[in-house]
């Protein structure tokens, strides 16, 4: 499982079951060539390989901010489906999405005047993941 900002690429796989039902977890995303919220065109989604992922819905947070959510609960299954069997391993975010949405445009990027851009990231960036309740 990948999500790839500002043309990095963050594996989202951390020493624990990551995917279990009814699981919200957050991943610190690398963010490498990031240094200002602008510099984050799209958000891409992919899953590889067998063995379907059902996505509840995922949060971008920008120093501890949201600034773009999306939520599958809406459909049929509750969630959307990453998964080989059915076609569709990656959910893209466009940069158009990302821009329109309202929290996006009501971010304000922090004051840097006491930042040293040397020592310290300009910006964090991070995901959090939701998975669908447990059934039944």
Do not use: M
């Amino acid at each position: 499982y990948s999500v790839v900002p500002g043309g990095n690429s963050t594996w989202l796989d951390y020493g624990r079951d990551d995917f279990e039902r009814g699981d919200s977890f957050t991943y610190d995303l690398d963010q490498t060539t990031v240094d200002f919220l602008s510099d984050i065109n799209q958000i891409t989604i992919s899953k590889p390989g067998d063995g379907g992922w059902c996505l509840a819905g995922f949060e971008l947070l920008v120093n501890g901010v949201s600034v773009y959510d999306e939520s599958f609960a809406g459909r049929p299954s509750g969630c959307l489906w990453l998964d080989s069997d059915n076609g569709q391993t990656t959910h893209i975010v466009s940069h158009a999405t990302l821009r329109a949405h309202p929290a996006w445009q009501t971010y304000r990027e922090p004051n840097r005047v006491e930042l040293d851009l040397g020592r310290y990231p300009a910006i964090t960036a991070t995901l959090r993941v939701r998975r669908p309740p447990p059934s039944g």
